[in-house]
Structure formats: C-alpha cells, structure tokens
C-alpha cells in the first residue's frame, strides 16, 4: 500500500479522503450481502432450481472457494491497473454475476454465476482497502481502514436480514437483483467521487506465496480455516437449521440480524481487547463461546425445546465469536511475519473464505442427518479449532 502513488492535486485532496471511502464501504458492503445473502432463502432457492437443499448451499461453498483461490492470482494480474477503474470493474462484473444469477435458468448456471461473483468479490475487497489508505493522511490510514471493513461486517448485521426479508415478499430472484442494483449503485459513485490512483508495482505470486515458507506463519494459519469452518457449519443452512428451534421463516431475519450485530460486536471488541489480553487468550474465549453457543442450539433442536429469547441471545454469541477471530488470527500472523504483513493478511482473507467454503460443505454433509448432527458438527469442530490453539499458542506470542 506504502508503493501506491498519487497526484499533487489528489495529495492536496486528502482531507476529504475519509468521507470518500464510504462509497468504498458501501461496494464492501455489496460484496459482504452478495457471500452470504443465499443463507437467508436457500430452501425456496432449492425449491426453485428443483436441488435439495444440502445440493443447493453448494453456491455458497463455490463463492467461498472461488474468493479464496482467486484473491491471490488477481492481486497479481492486476496489480499495474488503475484502482478506480479495477473497482468499478470488479463492481460491474458483481452486479452482472448476480443479475445472471437471479435468472438462472438451472442450479448449474447459478453455480457459474457464483464463481464469476467470487472473482469479481476478490478483485473488490482488498483493493478497496489498499486504496482507503492511500486517499487520506498517514494519522488517518487506520479509520479508513476501519470504515471500509465496515461495510462487511455491517453486510453481515444488516445486508443478510435485508436480503431474507426481500426474498421472503419478493422471492429469491428479486433479492438477487436487488444486490445487482446495490452493485450498480456503487460502481456510479466510484467511478463518480473517487479521484484516479495508478496501481502499484507487481508483487510476483510466487513471492506472495513464499510466506508459507516461514513455519511459525505455517502452524498459525490453518487455525484460520478451522475457525471459520466450525463457524459456518450451520450458517448457509441457517433457516432450516432455526426451524428446528421453532423459528418460523418469518422470524429468520431477526434471528440473522441478532448473529450480525453480534459479529459486529465481536470484530470491534476483539481489536480492542486482543491488544490487552492477547489473542491467545481472545481466541481462546471465542472458541469457548462459539462451541457453548452451538451445543446449546442443538440440545434444544434435539429435545424439541421452544426458547425463541435464548436462541436469539445464543445466536448473537455464535456471531460474536465467530467474527471476533479475525483481528486476533491477524495479530498472531503479523507477529510471525512483522516484515510481510501485507501477504499474510491477504492469505488470512483467503483462510477465512476457504474456512467458510470447508464448513458449508460439511454442513451439506451433515444436513440431511438433521439440525442436530449439524449443529453437532460445528460444536465439534469448534473444539478441535480450540485444540489446535492451544497446541500452537507459543508459536508466536499472545
């Protein structure tokens, strides 16, 4: 990011930077909706597409897959291009990715739509955050950081609930469509408000890989997979999942909405607090948290209980911990690699979403054995990922 250049005219032009990020926000909060809006109706997708449902949360697992392999290749191929027009690109590409599947006619045509997404969501992301650093004053990187990042985390707390509501008056179709507008919307103010940046010289991927050379980056990272995975076991497969605690398709997106604000919640409180108790420690309780929050869910679907009030506190937990993972996996990474911290945030980003991609195709596995063995399985893996830390928490410091 320290690489990318810029204009006298567009250096003169900082301060107002910060305000110009929020359209970077809104594209990442796009971005963030169109990973995970397919859990607030993947049932009547099934129905639709005439897939079962276990077939039809394959969509989510190919976007996650498709971010996760694709980020470092198109970090590479595009590094020389301008940001502005590499993100109004990436945001056009997402709009039509998600127009096509909106009207895809077969369950093998949306699953192409999706891999096209994920390239264009790959493309997007990082990038946007390299150039938030670039349109404003070094003592102003970190908030601009902060703004972008927020997009996808406020995606999660709203963006999903909001696409299930759609999707619940409008169908499925339409809350597709509508993440395509949402796309549109942010390509015009990109291309409208953001000032011209250059791209920055090119980092071979061979180098960007060679980081997994360095074995204290090698033990902690696959935490990340593991982390996430157990994390979203159930998520793609939230309403039937839900159903089973006696929460109607109507009250799904509530449910959602409380998993998101917990997400937020966690992501914020884990920066603040890994920095004072380390993220040994932060992860620790995260993982606790997480298997606690899932255990629970499934002795109530297996028992048959009705506790409308405990599954929302239970799913606000399950949010928390699984997003508080991300600013302390990031600090363990820099503290291994303090010299390539750019690289091993960007494998971080793509551990998260292969993580996502392993636990969604386990919760197909485990689905059609019922909520239970599901909720089961992210319990277990949970507790596994706890294990892990703990046999690699002196391969860095807390």
């Known amino acids: 990011m320290s690489n990318v250049l810029i204009t006298s005219r567009e250096a003169n032009d900082r301060s107002n ?62 590094a020389r291009v301008p940001r502005r027009a590499l993100l109004v690109t990436a945001l ?80 499925w179709r339409s809350a597709l469509a509508g993440v395509a507008a949402l796309c549109l919307l942010a ?21 960007r890989l060679s980081v997994l050379r360095n074995r204290t980056v090698a033990k902690v990272l696959p935490l990340t997979v593991l982390g996430m995975g157990a994390a979203y076991v159930v998520y793609a497969y939230a309403v039937p999942a839900l159903g089973a605690l006696g929460i109607g398709a109507s009250s799904t997106a509530w449910v959602l909405c409380l998993y998101g604000i917990g997400a937020v919640a966690g992501n914020l409180v884990s920066g603040y607090v890994t920095d004072r108790w380390g993220a040994t420690r932060v992860l620790t309780i995260g993982y606790l948290t997480m ?14 209980t009705r506790a409308p009030l405990l599954v929302g506190a239970l799913a606000a937990a399950w949010g928390a911990a699984s997003w508080c993972q991300t600013p302390a996996q990031q600090h363990r990474l820099i503290g291994a690699a303090p010299q390539e911290s750019g690289l091993v945030v960007a494998l971080n980003a793509s551990g998260i979403y292969l993580g996502i991609g392993v636990g969604t195709l386990l919760g197909g596995f485990s689905i059609d054995h019922g909520p239970t063995t599901m909720f089961a399985t992210g319990t277990v893996l949970a507790v596994i990922a706890l294990a892990y830390l703990r046999v690699t928490a002196t391969a860095t410091r807390p």
């Not at 670039?134 to 703004?147: I, N, S």
Request: proline share 6%; hydrophobic share 60%.
């Open 291 to 304: 298997a606690t929050a899932l255990g629970v869910m499934g002795v109530l679907a297996a028992t048959g």
């Open 17 to 78: 930077g910060l305000r110009r990020t929020l359209i970077l926000a809104l594209g990442t909060f796009a971005v963030g909706t169109d990973a995970f809006v397919l859990a607030g109706f993947l049932p009547d997708l099934a129905a639709g597409l005439e897939v079962s449902t276990a077939t039809a949360g394959s969509a989510v697992t190919v976007f996650a897959a498709g971010y996760a392999l694709g980020s470092p290749v198109l970090a590479t191929v595009t």
């Open 187 to 207: 390509a015009a103010g990109v291309a409208a408000w953001v000032p011209f940046v250059p791209g920055s010289p090119g980092v071979p991927l061979t180098t």
């Open 92 to 171: 056009l590409v997402l709009a039509v990715a998600n127009l096509g599947s909106a009207l895809a006619p077969t369950f093998s045509i949306l699953l192409l739509t999706r891999v096209l997404a994920a390239v264009a969501a790959a493309a997007f992301t990082p990038n946007a955050g390299a150039l938030a650093s670039a349109l404003v004053r070094p003592d102003a990187r970190a908030r601009a950081l902060a703004v972008v990042v927020g997009g996808l985390t406020i995606a999660t707390a709203l963006g999903v609930p909001l696409g299930d509501a759609l999707g619940q008056l409008l169908g």
